[in-house]
């Protein structure tokens, strides 16, 4: 790396830092109830407040956020294309799948049990899609997100008919539509599991961008592909379940973030994970402090103002060229 390049990226590092310590405080401050900053340690309710219900909502968007970069960041290297996130690929339905049995099949199963569950099933649906995936002609790059939509779609459909049949749509739309409302302490713990599959997804980032190149060219450089492989399933299948076990479906964070570092600091994952993580964390929580604003006091779930915001990033991304090739 350039010294100009390092003074680039630690720039960058600074202001993505600063940018989330102002969301932090931002988001302890931000609800339906009054919680004054200079009444903290004088008023045990503000504490109260503070401890069991604003800074686990804020740590739990920061760590979702920051965890689907990830995944998408790793789904989109193990697909070869930057069109494709879990969220659309079939992995958060087949994780929806595996709750939904688990639901049926075991109503008292702990939560806990319930992540292992959908963990599995979303490993399942990820490994089929890639393996059709791969299938695919490399020259139609677009035929790839298109696949993963219609399979997502399938695999959703089948969700909805089940929790039909169930008489559990209701219940379903807890997991279809990412929401921090419901999250409070002693709910959210689970997603540190996912901080831990980042850190994982760090140790092997060298590994993972010649992983980018593919895999003939992977085996040359001694790279065991196979073995990768089933790391990067493993990592995104478990982000994505423990994201749709305790906050539900979050949509557009795995597909733009990592597109949008790219575009600003090139293909190096070693790099660019840490700014991955930290834009998805931004994003997510930026979203969700917008959402506990528009109609304040009442509350738009970040899933659905993930969807519109996503969506116009996403659009401004096709439509726009890149500037680092």
Known sequence: MSIAAAKQSSKT???AGLMLAVLFV????????????????SDGRVLELLLVSRLPRTLAAILTGAGLAIAGLIMQTLARNRYVEPATAGTAQSA???ILLVTLLLPSASLLFKSLAASAAALLGTTLFLMTAHRLPPTQPFLVPLFGLVYGGVIGAAVTFVAWQADLLQYLSVWTNGDFSGVLRGRYELLW?????????WIVADRLTIMALGRDASIGLGLDYARMLQLGLVIVS???ALS????????????????????LMGDNIRGTLPFV???????????????RLIRHPYEIPVGTVMGCVGGLIFLWLLFRRPSHV
């Not at 831990?196 to 997804?201: H, K, N, P």
């Not at 749709?244 to 575009?263: A, E, T």
């Open 26 to 41: 931002f988001s302890l401050c931000v609800g339906v109830g009054d919680m004054p900053i200079i009444r903290l340690f």
């Open 96 to 98: 929806e799948l595996g």
């Open 244 to 263: 749709v076990v305790v906050v539900g479906m979050i949509p557009f964070v795995g597909l733009v973030v990592p597109n949008i570092v790219s575009r």
């Open 193 to 201: 599991l996912g901080a831990l599959m980042v850190v994982i997804a």
């Open 277 to 291: 993580a930290a834009s998805g964390a931004i994003l997510v929580l930026g979203c969700d402090i917008l959402g």
């Open 13 to 15: 590092g600074w202001i």
């Open 238 to 240: 478990v982000i994505s």
